[in-house]
């Protein structure tokens, strides 16, 4: 199984969707999940487990949110399904880095949506860019003999995801877009 898709197309993060899909009824969760596990080849997932660990209530209760629990099993058995991989990954950083030179923004604020990177000056959505490192995080993980460079040039680790990530995104303007981290 591992690898038998790395060439898969276009992988996405789901991150940054979960206060969204919280909101949703169980078929929308169906659809979605199933949607997004037949497109992608690796899926990346902050791990919320450690994110429980390292943050504060507010988050530690939507996380315990049943409905973003049973989309989320329901992501799982529909990628094991269709030979796609899930990948946890470590959720530290993934805001505060840029995706463009790494360099950690510690200035960062909740209240930051859009940033400039103050090292290289690219301009940030703050899910966008916050998804794209979570998503190189499970290419790495998923792909740990692979190069940066190979990565780099894989279909394309970041930017047709940005369209990706904004047109699931857009599929439920209802809860507010916010993340933490
Ligand atoms: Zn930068």
């Given amino acids: 199984m591992k690898g038998s898709n790395n060439r898969k197309k276009a992988k ?5 969707l979960h206060k969204k899909v919280s909101n949703q009824r169980r078929d929308f969760q169906h659809k979605l999940s199933r949607e997004i596990a037949d497109n992608y080849g690796i899926i990346g997932v902050e791990d919320l487990r450690i994110r429980n660990m ?5 988050f530690a209760k ?30 530290r950083y993934t805001s505060m880095e840029c995706h ?3 360099n950690i923004n510690y200035n960062l604020t909740l209240a930051d949506r859009t940033w400039t990177c103050p090292v290289c000056h690219a301009e940030h959505d703050r ?17 740990p003999e692979w190069t940066f ?11 047709s995801n940005i369209a990706a990530l904004k ?4 599929k439920n303007q209802e809860a507010p877009p916010e993340r933490e981290g």
């Fill in 12 to 16: 996405v993060i789901l991150s940054t």
């Fill in 54 to 58: 390292v943050k504060n209530h507010r």
């Fill in 62 to 91: 939507s996380i315990s949110d049943a409905s973003w629990g049973q989309f989320f099993s329901f992501l799982i058995y529909k990628a094991e399904e269709a030979g796609s991989r899930v990948e946890r990954v470590d959720p």
């Fill in 100 to 102: 463009v030179c790494h």
């Fill in 127 to 143: 899910n966008v860019n916050a998804g794209i490192n979570t998503l190189s995080k499970a290419i790495r993980q998923e792909l």
């Fill in 149 to 159: 460079g190979e990565i780099s040039s894989m279909d394309d680790p970041s930017y």
């Fill in 167 to 170: 047109s699931i995104l857009s």
